[in-house]
């Protein structure tokens, strides 16, 4: 059995230059323990055990061929990105090297809020908060995503949402970025180069802005880069599965309750609206499900018309750890979609890198939010 803590062993990346925010050491103990995450959330329960539904195995080449090694899944994985990439639009160069500009810094409890800013695409800077808590030595980091960076910090009150404060009291370093001012025109997205005329899929737009972030936060002095994660719930649940899934810089990942599959009966499960997968020039369709009346626009319709579903871009997880964190959107039977990734773990010879818990409702809850945090916990911090 594999599973604890991500090590340097998967990427071996080197700690850069100290970021413009200095990480502050005074000491001072950890928050009370978050709990352990419950192993019994990476197996299915019995009725979805070994269920894998109508979709696409990510264990077959484009060719109909079988994935049947470590190499051929390398070279199936491969594959994968190009599709995706392909039809979403190509990133722009990564930016790499940059320092967090920091313009406020401020006490609170075991750590130290800094309000930063820096570039996270080529031609536009996003402000959001730099926790780091007390106490020497390199430390794990989550960048948290959502419509505004103020929530997930406490700043902005929104119950069971203050993601990065949680996990700073647990000692990790995090970065909480978010689309402020997107979001407030309803715009919610990144649009490259320009909203009028957007050659990415923004929400893959959004995965290259926490690629970006990643680069930042790695070059923070005290962070340790080959422990970074990213989290998300809702828009930002969707986000953080794009990045992660993208990205494979990122260690682990929690999503919760994005609607980790196409489906065209949720008005949540919303992959089709300009903002994400179904970017037109405005005027924009009405926002809500797709009818005869208001039908979806863009590259969604071509992704369904494919065959594509989401269960191989899970796959690209592989071997790093997830968990979907479910609610209304995401019930038990998503394990269906989810037991396509434990078979690509278990061809690379890993268990328990799949999870998921669940709950009722959409929003978070207490429970919910200690087992994304104690799943960090589980496997980012010594």
Known sequence: ?????????????????????????????????????????FSPPAEYAGTYGAFRSPLKFDNGEEVKTGEDWNR????????????????????????????????????TRHHVRFNWTPDEKTDGYLLVPDGKGLKPAVITVYYDPETAVGIKENSHRDFARQLTRQGFVTLSIG??????????????????????????????????????????????????????????GKWAMFASCLYEKFACAVWSDPGIVFEETRPSINYWEPWYLGYHPKPWRKRGLMTGDNPGRGLYLKLR???????????????????????????????????????????LGYTNRVAMTNRAEHAPDAESVRNMVAFFVHFLRP
């Open 179 to 236: 689309t402020r001012e997107a979001s407030a025109q309803q715009h919610y997205s990144l649009y490259y180069p320009s909203i009028e005329n957007a050659r990415v899929q923004p929400l893959s737009m959004l995965a290259y802005a926490a690629a970006n972030a990643w680069n930042a936060l790695a070059n923070v002095d005290g962070v340790d880069p080959a422990r970074i994660g990213i989290m998300g719930h809702s828009f930002g």
């Open 76 to 111: 199936r994985r491969e594959e994968i990105l190009t599709n995706w990439h392909a039809r979403m639009g190509e990133w722009p160069p990564l930016i790499t090297g940059q320092k967090l500009e920091c313009l406020e810094t401020v006490r609170r409890e075991n750590f």
């Open 1 to 41: 059995m594999v599973h604890g803590r991500i090590g340097r062993w998967l990427w071996g990346v080197g700690l850069g230059a100290a970021g413009v925010c200095a990480a502050v050491q005074t000491g001072g103990g950890l928050a009370p323990e978050t709990g352990t995450f419950p192993v019994q959330a």
């Open 305 to 347: 018309e494919e065959g594509y579903n989401l269960t191989d871009l899970h796959a690209l997880m592989a071997p790093r750890p997830f968990l979907v964190s479910g609610g209304a959107e995401d019930p038990p039977e998503r394990w269906t979609a989810l037991n396509h990734s434990i078979r690509v773990n278990g061809l």
